[in-house]
């Protein structure tokens, strides 16, 4: 998977703080005859297409499926994007069911907004399109449960999720939404870069994906304990739980 350049945009550098996404893409999402499958791992704006940030080498990358959870770390491999540190891998997908691939990051500290941001992301690939399992929980400290199967999703298909921290559900967590821009989406002004929405009462939301393509849906909550920062000071943490879902145009593959 090629990261797309990246695209300088006056119009909205002097707008607020965009929102950071940990991206884990897979070069599919269903594989109808299982076997490898490749998997980016960048720290970016996707909507804006960047700019990417450095990603220090991921504390965990895993693999859940079958019930069987599988370190993935030893397979990680640098590969910088413009000079900046990303990270990809390839695992194999030998039996049906769904394979929920996940990674835990190392903490980022943004400077601009005084805190360290770690988001856990996850993203499920079907394997031998067999439509299971794709409800599988990692355990991941911040996590987004799929009320809606998130692989073979058709654009304009509605997905569902709930927002989970230590695996209970966060009453009107607030949901960031971005889409994986080719380019071909020219956001009229800044309020349409991240779309954003809060969960309701028992921690569910939806969101309508209006194009075919990658969407990120990040859950963001605040950490429990504060970290320090380069100049000593203690600084709060966002905690984001990430899922990537792919739609697809009918009639397009």
């Known amino acids: 998977m090629n990261y797309l350049p990246l695209v300088a945009c006056a119009a909205f550098a002097a707008g607020p703080a965009a929102a950071h996404f940990q991206q ?34 991921p504390e965990a990358v895993g693999m859940l499926a079958q019930g069987v959870r599988t370190d993935l770390s030893g397979t990680l491999v640098a590969t910088p994007i413009d000079g900046v540190q990303a990270w990809s891998l390839t695992a194999d997908i030998a039996q049906p069911g769904a394979a929920v691939f996940w990674v835990t ?114 859950a963001l909550v605040e950490g429990d304990a504060p970290m320090t920062a380069p100049d000593g000071r203690a600084v709060p943490v966002e905690e984001g739980g990430l899922i990537w879902v792919k739609a697809v145009d009918m009639g397009a593959e």
């Open 24 to 57: 884990i893409l897979p070069s599919a999402d269903v594989l109808p005859q299982g076997g490898p499958v490749t998997l980016d791992l960048t720290f970016t704006h996707p909507m804006e297409r960047g700019p990417v940030m450095e990603m220090r080498r």
């Open 105 to 218: 990051p190392a903490p980022y500290w943004e400077p601009a907004e005084g805190k360290f941001i770690v988001h856990y992301a996850k993203v499920v690939v079907d394997g031998y399109a067999s439509g299971e399992g794709w409800d599988a929980l990692v355990g991941l400290p911040v996590e987004i449960a799929p009320l809606t199967r998130p692989t073979g999703l058709w654009a304009g298909n509605l997905f569902t999720g709930v927002v989970l921290k230590h695996g209970a559900p966060v009453p009107f967590a607030e949901v960031e939404v971005e889409y994986v821009n080719d380019g071909a989406v020219v956001p009229p002004n800044e309020a349409f870069l991240t779309q954003v929405l809060k969960a309701d009462a028992n921690g569910t939301f939806s969101y309508a994906m209006p194009r075919a393509g990658w969407w990120g849906f990040a």
